[in-house]
């Protein structure tokens, strides 16, 4: 569809309908009157049903890594649709489930070569932290059930990963939430006191750990870089550290790369990128690029070993739906044949520079991130780093950055989820052209916000 038959088929009657009908997530059930409605996505770019053009920045929630309109992606999910529409891999198997998880067993790094597919991100996590109660049960030690998380850390919205989830706002309407999860400090070099050891928050897990006591803990779940909060980067040698305090207490370290894996962060997975191991990955978004859902746990032959007599009496009607697992090979093909991990790496000191363009201007505070992942964080004072006042804050990001990024036609996250944060994961094919476009307009709706915006 061009974008002039979109903007023609614009369709008071969709919005009609969306208005009485359609419950978008995080949202209230009543109407958004400014809708935006996208009909159409080809590389870095989306239009709206008005005919609207945007630059797609977030790789639309952090999913489509390979960009839109990929006629591979299409032809893979028909193709599969054809010839065998959907089996489970529950007492049965097919071979698209078979050979994506031996392509990812591949990649992943380390012993990771165990993979159960699930259907996204939360069913990831979810699956994670009951495979870590299942381990230790299966080893004799019923009581660790515990799972430690970071504070502001995104894991899902299920009732598992909601208890891994430290944000707030998301877990208090729900509380009572599962028993046993524990939030540590997260990775915050910005407003790191000066002179404190760099590992501080590293040895935070091992303290809670011990508090807790290590005979009631299960896992430790964490991001490469932590997304809520701003993209959060761990400081050297910080899973290093954090590996060695999970072995030392015996906790499994589950690494939540349901962001940061399938190139975001110019590698296979986060493990690779910082350097180790894990004992489990969670996985989605990126897997298939989104254009069918699709996530994945992958598993250490060690875990797996324990659990090779025990059923895991855990599973999803979708999970390595045949079509997805399709999908998700012809993702990985094309990864690979346009060398995208390649192109992460060659141009993130480009994305960076670009961003890091921006301290000229009073408001910004911090660029920070990895790859094609990053967060800019806005302040009342540079100089001093002092933060808005919450009010402040979320008018900033909500009324004023949100509306303002969206009319000029950016598609990237403004969040006041801790401090405000400008988010962009672009599209790993997204080049100079784009990161030039993504400097002008963010410099513009920044000074704009500055001015609108005065600190108190
Ligand atoms: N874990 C992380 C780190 C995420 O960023 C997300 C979603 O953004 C999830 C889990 C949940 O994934 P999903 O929305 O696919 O359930």
Same mark, same amino acid.
């Given at each position: 569809m061009t974008s002039e038959a979109a903007a023609a088929g614009a369709t008071p009657a969709l919005r009609d309908a969306a208005r009485r009908h359609l419950w978008r997530h995080?949202?209230?059930?009543g109407a958004q009157e400014d809708l935006t409605v996208f009909v159409r996505g080809e590389g870095c770019e989306l239009w709206d049903d008005r005919g609207r053009r945007y630059l797609d920045a977030l790789s639309s929630l952090f999913c489509v890594n390979v960009g839109h309109g990929r006629e591979e992606l299409a032809d893979a999910a028909a193709a599969q649709a054809r010839e065998l529409a959907y089996a489970t891999t529950w007492d049965t198997a097919h071979p698209r489930a078979i050979e994506l998880a031996e392509r990812i067993a591949g990649l992943a790094?380390?012993?990771?070569d165990r993979v159960f597919f699930t259907s996204g991100g939360s069913e990831s996590v979810e699956s994670a932290l009951k495979l870590a109660r299942a381990y230790h049960r299966a080893r004799?030690?019923?009581?660790?059930v515990k799972v430690v998380a970071r504070d502001l850390?995104?894991?899902? =919205? =299920?009732f598992g990963a909601l208890s891994a989830t430290g944000l707030p706002s998301v877990r208090t309407p729900f509380?009572?939430?599962?028993?046993?999860g524990c939030h540590v400090p997260h990775t915050d070099l910005y407003r790191s006191?000066?002179?404190?050891? *760099?590992?501080w928050a590293a040895d935070a897990i091992e303290e809670r750990i011990r508090f807790e006591g290590p005979e009631t803990v299960a896992a430790v779940i964490l991001e490469?870089?932590?997304?809520?909060?701003?993209c959060l980067p761990p400081p050297r040698g910080y899973f290093a550290r954090v590996r060695e305090i999970c072995d030392r207490h015996d906790v499994l370290l589950v690494s939540?790369? +349901? !962001?940061?894996s399938w190139g975001r962060l110019? +590698?296979?997975?986060g493990g690779q990128r910082f350097d180790y191991v894990p004992d489990i990955v969670t996985t989605a978004k990126g897997l298939t690029s989104a254009y069918v859902p699709m996530g994945a746990m992958i598993v250490s032959d060690r875990v797996a070993e324990t659990m090779?007599? $025990?059923?895991?009496e855990h599973g999803l +009607?979708?999970?390595?739906?045949p079509v997805a697992a399709a999908v998700a090979l012809a993702n990985i093909d094309l990864i690979e044949r346009e060398d995208l991990l390649g192109r992460v790496r060659r141009h993130e000191p480009d994305l960076r520079a670009t961003l890091e363009?921006?301290? $000229?201007? *009073? !408001?910004?505070g911090d660029v920070r991130g990895a790859g094609y992942f990053w967060g800019i964080e806005l302040v009342a004072d540079q100089a001093t780093k002092r933060a808005f006042p919450p009010e402040q804050a979320h008018e900033l990001t909500s009324r004023v950055l949100g509306p303002e990024l969206r009319r000029r036609g950016l598609i990237c996250r403004a969040a006041d989820r801790g401090y405000p944060v400008i988010q962009l994961a672009p *599209?790993?094919?997204?080049?100079p052209d784009e990161f030039a476009e993504i400097g002008a307009i963010l410099h513009d709706v920044l000074a704009e916000a500055a001015r609108r915006v005065p600190p108190r």
């Open positions: 995080f949202a209230p059930a790094p380390g012993n990771l004799g030690a019923p009581s660790r850390a995104y894991h899902g =919205t =299920t509380e009572p939430l599962m028993p046993g006191p000066e002179g404190r050891d *760099p590992l490469p870089v932590q997304n809520s909060g701003g939540d790369d +349901t !962001i940061c110019g +590698t296979w997975f090779r007599d $025990e059923v895991f +009607t979708f999970g390595g739906h363009a921006l301290l $000229e201007l *009073p !408001i910004v *599209p790993l094919i997204a080049g």
